[in-house]
């Protein structure tokens, strides 16, 4: 079979690999398709190389069947579809609470350990979330990120009645501006990339360019004055943070989506003053798959358009050089059988 293999220096090789059966517990999936992440771009600008244990298969977001059944597994049948909802929780202790899938000891599979950009994959039972037999297996390499954008909505506790500014219109930004719009409430979302801005419109958002109008002045006149109810920062640059806690209203929520690798000025005053909230939210639990699952399978949302490009494996090299050149993408899948 086919695999690819993170090196190290910007560099990904394709390898012939011998196809493993699964351990116990273990299923064997053949992948369908594996989106790449922005975890992934990191991965490769050599950002994790202390973390991921080169030379390594990266990849989490896919869709799939299974292919074998190792001992101890029961529930699953060969050629069932399934995604992966890549967190090792193996390791949770009473400490943490209950929260398995933020435990001090989780390990994400696809980073601290081989990922789906191959054709089959190894993976523990536990982790697999089962599809209906007419889910699009294209689609469904969306539910892993989508997962994150109907955890951070679920956190944010957003109501029909109440206004959104998502700061940042990439893949997550559309996604999480996606779900806020499905609950019925008022989404603005916040970008600087006229492209993406374009994406968004194309995928029914109000979606605003903050370095050409003022953006709390809009909006406001879209709130009678009261502003942003909820703010998702997804952007994870310092003009966001200046400019989330001006946009958001009395008592307004926060979500810290973005991962900020540094500690970054933020107007605190602004906390006191309009008793705002910050909501630091990471990755998804089992209710959010799902939900993510359901909304992939019933399909209203214009998901398709979300997809910019698929590559088979063996371009991998090229796929990940294309999205350093290319800022305006939104989600690119790796087509695993191609
Ligand atoms: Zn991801």
Redesign the pocket.
Known sequence: MKATVYEGNKTFSVIDKEIKAPGNEEVRIKVAYSGV???DVHIYHGMMDKRVNIPVTIG??MSGTIDALGDDVSGFEIGEKVVVRPLDDRGVKPSDKGFNHICEDLKFIGIDSPGSMQQYWNVPAFTLHKLKAETDLKLAALI??LS?AVHDVRLSELQSSETAVVLGGGPIGLLVAMVAKETGANVIVSEVNENRIAKAKELGLNAVNPMKIDLVEYVKEQTEGRRADVVFEVAGVQPALDVMTEVAGIRGRILMVAIHGQKKEIDLFKFFWKELKLIGARVYEKEDYEKAIDLITKNELPFEEMITDVQPLSNIQKVFENIDNNPDGMKVLMDCQA
Do not use: F, I, K, R
Request: net charge negative; with cysteine; hydrophobic share 10%.
């Open positions: 992440c922005g975890t989490h977001e892993e990120p994150v």
